[in-house]
C-alpha cells in the first residue's frame, strides 16, 4: 500500500518518537510576525540560549502595521510596541528580518510563497493558525501557539501528533465567476467549521488542479476554517513554474535537483486515507456568509436557512448569529446595503485578487454609500499593481490603494470596521468582532467585493458582465 503524500512529508521529518507520546518533527522554515513572537523570545532570553538554526526563521511585522503613512512612527502605542519590539529581537538573535516600508514586508502568508521561501517538501510553521496558506505549495504547513515558537527557535523540531489524513477531490469545472474562495466557503458550508478537525487536508481532482497558485493559496489559507491542522496541494508543472526564479528559490544545478525531487511528491495510486471526500465543481456558485463563523455559508442567490432546517442542539446559536447579524431566517441577502468593502489578507491580496476585482469595477464608479479598503499583500502585490496599471483602472472607479499589511482582516490595527456597519470582506472571519467591536462580517470572494463596491448591496457578480 502506497504511502499518502501527508505521510512521505512528515516521515521523512521526524526526528525520534517519543514512548506513548508525539513525535519530534524537523521544522525547515519558521516565520514569526509581531503578536506571537515576544513571549517565544523572552523564553530563550530567559534561558540563556540562541536559536539554534537562525537563517531557517524570517521575520515581518504585518497584523499590526499601519495601511498608510507607514514612514511616519505608528501612532497606536501598542501597535508600535509590538512592531519595534520584533525588529530588536530578530537583530538580538541575528534572525532575516523584513520590517516596514522594506520592499521584502507584507503579509506573512503572501511574502513566503512570493519569495520563493515557502517550497514543496518542506514542514513549515508560524504562531498564527493560517500558516496552512503555504499548503499550496506542496508543503505541510499548520500554525503553532507561542510556545511551540520557542520550541523550534531553540532547537529547529517541534512535539507534535500525527494528524489523520483526509483527501477532498472536486472535480469538473468551476462556473463563471466562481473562484477558490467560493470553492473553501463551500467546503465550509458543507463540512462546517469543525468538519476536519483531526486531519490534515490533501486537496485533489481536476477542479484543484485547475485552480491558478494564488487560487491554491486562497484554498489552503481556509483549511483551519474548516477545523482541519492544515490543507495542502500536491506540486506539480503550475507549482514549479512559480517557483522558479523567485529570491529564494534554488537556482542552476540546485533547481534541477529540486525539481526532480519535487515530481515524486504525490500521493501513491492505491493510497488509503483516513477520510475520503468528493465534490462537483459544477454545483458551486459564488458564495456568501449570512452567520458568525465561515461555515455559515450559501450561495449568493440561495436563502438563509429556515429555523425548521436547523437541529434542535443548534437553533439557539443560530439565531443568536443571525440576530448579531441583523439577518432572518430564510432572507435572501442579495440587494442588502453595504456599508465597507475590504479587499485583501492572506486570503485574498494577492496580484490575482486585485486583477479580479479590477475586471468587475473596471468603467463603473463605486458606490458613493459604500467605503473601500484595497490592501495588497505586499510591496511586491503593490509593484505588480502598478506595473499592470491596474492601480488607475481602480483609481478612475474611484478607489484608492492603501499600503500592505492585514489591515481590516482583524482588528489589530488602524483599520477597524465601525460597530453596527456591514462589510463585504475578502478575508478569512467573520466572527463576532473580529473586523472592529460590533462590526458585521459577511466573507466572499474578491468578485463579489467588487461588485457590492459598485452597487451599494449584495451583488450576484454574474450580472455585471
Given at each position: 500500500?502506497?504511502?499518502?503524500?501527508?505521510?512521505?512529508?512528515?516521515?521523512?521529518?521526524?526526528?525520534?518518537?517519543?514512548?506513548?507520546?508525539?513525535?519530534?518533527?524537523?521544522?525547515?522554515?519558521?516565520?514569526?510576525?509581531?503578536?506571537?513572537?515576544?513571549q517565544?523570545?523572552?523564553?530563550?532570553?530567559?534561558?540563556?540560549?540562541?536559536?539554534?538554526?537562525?537563517?531557517?526563521?524570517?521575520?515581518?511585522?504585518?497584523?499590526?502595521?499601519?495601511?498608510?503613512?507607514?514612514?511616519?512612527?505608528?501612532?497606536?502605542?501598542?501597535?508600535?510596541?509590538?512592531?519595534?519590539?520584533?525588529?530588536?529581537?530578530?537583530?538580538?538573535?541575528?534572525?532575516?528580518?523584513?520590517?516596514?516600508?522594506?520592499?521584502?514586508?507584507?503579509?506573512?502568508?503572501?511574502?513566503?510563497?512570493?519569495?520563493?521561501?515557502?517550497?514543496?517538501?518542506?514542514?513549515?510553521?508560524?504562531?498564527?493558525?493560517?500558516?496552512?496558506?503555504?499548503g499550496?505549495?506542496?508543503?505541510?504547513?499548520?500554525g503553532?501557539?507561542?510556545?511551540?515558537?520557542?520550541?523550534?527557535?531553540?532547537?529547529?523540531?517541534?512535539?507534535?501528533?500525527?494528524?489523520?489524513?483526509?483527501?477532498?477531490?472536486?472535480?469538473?469545472?468551476?462556473?463563471?465567476?466562481?473562484?477558490?474562495?467560493?470553492?473553501?466557503?463551500?467546503?465550509?458550508?458543507?463540512?462546517?467549521?469543525?468538519?476536519?478537525?483531526?486531519?490534515?487536508?490533501?486537496?485533489?481532482?481536476?477542479?484543484?488542479?485547475d485552480?491558478?497558485?494564488?487560487g491554491?493559496?486562497?484554498?489552503?489559507?481556509?483549511s483551519?476554517?474548516?477545523?482541519?491542522?492544515?490543507?495542502?496541494?500536491?506540486?506539480?508543472?503550475?507549482?514549479?513554474?512559480?517557483?522558479?526564479?523567485?529570491?529564494?528559490?534554488?537556482?542552476?544545478?540546485?533547481?534541477?535537483?529540486?525539481?526532480?525531487?519535487?515530481?515524486?511528491?504525490?500521493?501513491?495510486?492505491?493510497?488509503?486515507?483516513d477520510?475520503?471526500?468528493?465534490?462537483?465543481?459544477?454545483?458551486?456558485?459564488?458564495?456568501?456568509t449570512?452567520?458568525?463563523n465561515p461555515?455559515?455559508?450559501?450561495?449568493?442567490?440561495?436563502?438563509?436557512?429556515?429555523l425548521?432546517?436547523?437541529?434542535?442542539?443548534?437553533?439557539?446559536?443560530?439565531?443568536?448569529?443571525?440576530?448579531?447579524?441583523?439577518?432572518?431566517?430564510?432572507?435572501?441577502?442579495?440587494?442588502t446595503?453595504?456599508?465597507?468593502?475590504?479587499?485583501?489578507?492572506?486570503?485574498?491580496?494577492?496580484?490575482?485578487?486585485?486583477?479580479?476585482?479590477?475586471?468587475?469595477?473596471?468603467?463603473?464608479?463605486?458606490?458613493?454609500n459604500?467605503?473601500?479598503?484595497?490592501?495588497?499583500?505586499?510591496?511586491?502585490?503593490?509593484?505588480?499593481?502598478?506595473?499592470?496599471?491596474?492601480?488607475?483602472?481602480?483609481?478612475?472607479?474611484?478607489?484608492?490603494?492603501?499600503?500592505p499589511?492585514?489591515?481590516?482582516?482583524?482588528a489589530?490595527n488602524?483599520?477597524?470596521?465601525p460597530?453596527?456597519?456591514?462589510?463585504?470582506?475578502?478575508?478569512?472571519?467573520?466572527?463576532?468582532?473580529r473586523?472592529?467591536?460590533?462590526?458585521?462580517?459577511v466573507?466572499?470572494?474578491?468578485?463579489?467585493?467588487?461588485?457590492?463596491?459598485?452597487?451599494?448591496?449584495?451583488?450576484?457578480?454574474?450580472?455585471?458582465?
Open positions: 500500500m502506497a504511502n499518502t503524500l501527508f505521510d512521505k512529508i512528515w516521515d521523512q521529518h521526524v526526528v525520534q518518537h517519543v514512548e506513548d507520546g508525539p513525535q519530534q518533527l524537523y521544522i525547515d522554515r519558521l516565520y514569526c510576525h509581531e503578536v506571537t513572537s515576544p517565544a523570545f523572552a523564553g530563550l532570553r530567559a534561558r540563556g540560549i540562541k536559536c539554534f538554526r537562525p537563517e531557517k526563521i524570517f521575520c515581518m511585522p504585518d497584523h499590526n502595521t499601519p495601511t498608510h503613512d507607514q514612514d511616519k512612527p505608528i501612532e497606536d502605542p501598542v501597535s508600535k510596541t509590538q512592531v519595534d519590539t520584533l525588529a530588536k529581537n530578530a537583530e538580538e538573535f541575528g534572525l532575516n528580518h523584513f520590517g516596514m516600508l522594506n520592499p521584502k514586508n507584507g503579509i506573512i502568508h503572501v511574502v513566503g510563497p512570493e519569495r520563493g521561501l515557502s517550497l514543496p517538501g518542506m514542514t513549515i510553521v508560524c504562531g498564527d493558525s493560517h500558516t496552512s496558506t503555504h499550496a505549495m506542496g508543503a505541510v504547513a499548520f503553532i501557539g507561542t510556545s511551540e515558537v520557542e520550541m523550534v527557535m531553540a532547537s529547529q523540531c517541534i512535539l507534535q501528533q500525527k494528524p489523520k489524513s483526509m483527501r477532498i477531490n472536486i472535480e469538473g469545472k468551476l462556473g463563471k465567476d466562481v473562484t477558490a474562495k467560493d470553492v473553501a466557503l463551500y467546503l465550509m458550508s458543507k463540512l462546517t467549521t469543525s468538519g476536519a478537525t483531526g486531519y490534515f487536508v490533501e486537496y485533489a481532482g481536476s477542479a484543484v488542479r485552480l491558478s497558485m494564488e491554491r493559496l486562497t484554498l489552503c489559507n481556509l483551519i476554517e474548516m477545523g482541519a491542522r492544515g490543507g495542502f496541494i500536491a506540486p506539480d508543472e503550475k507549482t514549479f513554474e512559480y517557483i522558479k526564479g523567485r529570491e529564494y528559490a534554488p537556482k542552476g544545478d540546485e533547481w534541477d535537483k529540486a525539481v526532480e525531487y519535487w515530481k515524486t511528491l504525490k500521493s501513491g495510486d492505491d493510497a488509503v486515507f477520510k475520503e471526500l468528493n465534490f462537483k465543481a459544477e454545483d458551486i456558485e459564488p458564495m456568501v449570512y452567520g458568525t461555515g455559515m455559508g450559501m450561495g449568493i442567490t440561495q436563502e438563509i436557512p429556515s425548521d432546517s436547523i437541529p434542535e442542539a443548534g437553533k439557539a446559536s443560530f439565531l443568536k448569529s443571525l440576530e448579531y447579524m441583523g439577518f432572518q431566517p430564510g432572507q435572501k441577502l442579495l440587494g446595503p453595504v456599508d465597507y468593502v475590504f479587499l485583501g489578507a492572506c486570503t485574498n491580496g494577492r496580484i490575482e485578487d486585485f486583477r479580479a476585482f479590477a475586471s468587475v469595477v473596471k468603467g463603473k464608479k463605486k458606490a458613493e459604500v467605503t473601500a479598503w484595497l490592501v495588497p499583500g505586499s510591496w511586491m502585490v503593490l509593484d505588480q499593481i502598478k506595473e499592470e496599471g491596474l492601480d488607475k483602472v481602480l483609481e478612475e472607479a474611484g478607489f484608492q490603494i492603501r499600503q499589511g492585514c489591515s481590516a482582516c482583524l489589530m488602524d483599520d477597524k470596521i460597530a453596527g456597519k456591514l462589510a463585504v470582506s475578502t478575508s478569512n472571519r467573520n466572527f463576532e468582532g473586523q472592529g467591536p460590533g462590526a458585521r462580517t466573507l466572499a470572494s474578491p468578485l463579489v467585493a467588487a461588485a457590492a463596491a459598485v452597487t451599494g448591496v449584495i451583488t450576484d457578480p454574474r450580472t455585471l458582465n
